[in-house]
């Protein structure tokens, strides 16, 4: 008799088969939310490599996505940890504490000696993706780094940065910003390590100490080499702290067979139970679901939409690019160095656009700039009369390129907006890890919101998810047309959205109608969630769309069709350069600043091309004016009239000036106290100038009146 035990996860199914006591087949493999599809496969290979036969053998399963499949094959369910316990108990018999990580969940179990036996504490995270698989697998794709390079990356020896370990999305956040101060990829991810293990001990161990012998689980532990050693590092220094003797390269063990643990235990639990218990069905039921059940399913909780009027009304192309003449005149670049893209226009004395150019973001906003003005430079704009730069990136590079102007990127995007409609109400630009929303009155901005937090109403969101299932960004709508129903996804915080869709892979929704179903809910985060406008109709008629989210069709009709239900008389328009138009407004602003009469500060083709920089960020870097102590990294960046900072604790020569980032504050930006004194000083003489009203009222209200006699 064949035991099977099945463990189906929320990102990889892996199953064992037992005979006599003994493996003799396992198997590990991504599913791409194609659950039942997988496991399909899984009994089609065990059927014919190991001859496991229905009405005879047994199949045990556990795991997020077994509940329903359960049902199909006639096997028996096994809680997660039940199995994993069953397993530790039976292999290691020594161990006390066991960390067990996975795609999207994670666990921890205390194993504490009692009378004869040992008594479990288990302690559980699965609403949040911070900490797991998922968490470190998301940011390297964001830092384009492939599963072998990842797998062999290191935590010893390498400087370490602050990365929120308590949600995904903000430690996603905190690497965006490491990578645009220069920090290297290596230290990133090491930072990454530490964030997963700082999460696990500070959040799942509950006050318990992890005492030798430790077991670690789970694909990541097992795969990622820095994270055993983010492991050792820590278990070992809290075990000095307590006087627990014990070498952390021996108390710490993670087996070859860590990410089968589950199946295992299914298999233990399994030899224990009556002979009849779990006896396999076959797979003619799951094939039925797969080929029918699920999709009557789905027809109960979706409906199909006809596209044909939206498609004819907005798949239109933008206005054309001037042919890329010589200019007559100086021309106007405008750069938007964003969270995900890095975008660059030229713009014509008149306001016409002669070249756009929109590429991802490498990471380094330094070789961002590089790559866009090689681009510029090759196409011919030898002469540019003034530059002017917008989005996260704007203040970093402004002396670095010598740029006339650093937008503020809602000025940037109104700009641009008003440029092509000019009786605009409202602009919505969604980008890569943010949203706008501005609200206008007679042609100037009235109020706006802004969400720079969370990241479920944005495009690093649905880029996410379409690299979580192979699919180019490209084609995210192409994909999400397909899809004839759609499930139900939550509004709100993309860390619970992110477990709902789990939710609805595990009862057979497939990745485009997944995306779909994301893309609808978009709009409800993006005005409700982030927005916080209850009452669309009183903010205006005419809305325009931009950022580069809206370049994604099936987020624009989501979002004409909320728009509509709100405000049915509403124009919605797209801006005919979505992805660019922060870059348009920031070209436009330095047309109107030429027009002063005013000489740019452009550096040159050549000086830009040539830049060189080093950026440090040590414990000389660490910012000490206030209990904070922002690890700020310093570039240093080699230039012509650089004055250099020969005083500092990270001394730089003439002929380089510094940058810094990865300041909380505007005193962040200061290094010596002599600095500090003169923006003091500078302070008090600008609030000298313009005294506070509310503090002249309370000084003066209740002062004694001098009487002259």
Known sequence: ???????????????????????????????????????????????????????????????????????????????????????????????????????????????????????????????????????????????????????????????????????????????????????????????????????????????????????????????????????????????????????????????????????????????????????????????????????????????????????????????????????AQPALVGCDFGSTTAKAVVLGQRGELLASIYVPSHGNPIEDAKALFRELRGRGFADIGALALTGYGKDLLKDILGADLAIVETVAHATAALHFFPDSDVICDVGGTDVKIMILRQGTVADFRLNSQCSSGNGAFLQGVAERYDVPLEQYAEQAFRAKAIPALAMGCGVFLQSDIVNQQRKGWSSEEIMASLAAVLPLNVWVYAGQLQNLAAAGRKFVLQGGTHRNLAVVKAQVDFIRAKVPDAEIVVHPYPGEAGAIGAALCAGDWLKSGATTRFRGYDVIESLEYTSTTNEHTTCKWCPVDCKRTFIDVCLPDGKGRPWSKVPVAAGWERVISGNSCPKGLLEDVNEMLVVKKNLEAVKDAHPNTADVVRATAFRRATHVC
Not at 32 to 39: D, I, L, P
Not at 185 to 193: G, W
């Open 1 to 327: 008799m064949l035991i099977v035990g099945l463990d189906v996860g929320s990102t990889t199914v892996k199953a064992a088969v037992s005979e006599n006591g003994e493996v003799r087949w396992k198997n590990y493999q991504r599913h791409s939310t194609k659950q039942a599809e997988m496991v399909l496969e899984f009994l089609g290979r065990m059927e014919a490599e190991c001859g496991l036969a229905a009405e005879r053998d047994r199949i045990f399963l556990t795991g997020s996505g077994a509940g329903m499949l359960t049902q199909l094959l006639g096997g028996k369910m096994v809680q997660e940890v039940v199995a994993v316990s069953a397993a530790v108990e039976k292999l290691h018999p020594q161990v006390n504490f066991v960390s067990e990580i996975g795609g999207e969940d994670m666990k921890t179990l205390f194993f504490t000696a009692c009378g004869d036996g040992k008594t479990k504490q288990v302690y559980m995270q699965s609403a949040c993706s911070g900490g797991t698989g998922t968490f470190i697998e998301k940011t390297a794709r964001k830092l384009r780094i492939g599963p072998e390079r990842l797998a062999g990356m290191s935590y010893s020896g390498l400087s370490l940065h602050k990365i929120s370990s308590k949600c995904g999305i903000f430690a996603e956040a905190d690497a965006n910003t490491l990578v645009k101060a220069g920090v290297p990829v290596e230290e990133i991810i090491a930072s990454l390590y530490e964030a997963v293990v700082y999460q696990n001990l500070a959040t799942l161990t509950k006050g318990n100490t992890p005492t030798p012998q430790v077991l670690l689980l789970g694909g990541p532990n097992l795969f990622f080499n820095g994270l055993q050693q983010a492991w050792r590092h820590h278990l070992g220094k809290l075990w000095r702290e307590r006087r627990i003797d014990a070498d952390p390269a021996e108390a710490i063990q993670v087996p070859t067979e860590a990410v089968y643990y589950a199946c295992l235990g299914c298999i233990e639990i399994a030899a224990g139970e009556a002979p009849a218990a779990g006896l396999y069905a076959g797979t003619q039921k799951l094939k039925w679901w797969i080929e029918q059940g699920q999709w009557e399913a789905k027809s109960k909780e979706g409906d199909a939409e006809d596209l044909e009027r939206f498609t004819r009304d907005y798949a239109a192309r933008a206005p054309q690019v001037c042919p890329p003449v010589e200019p």
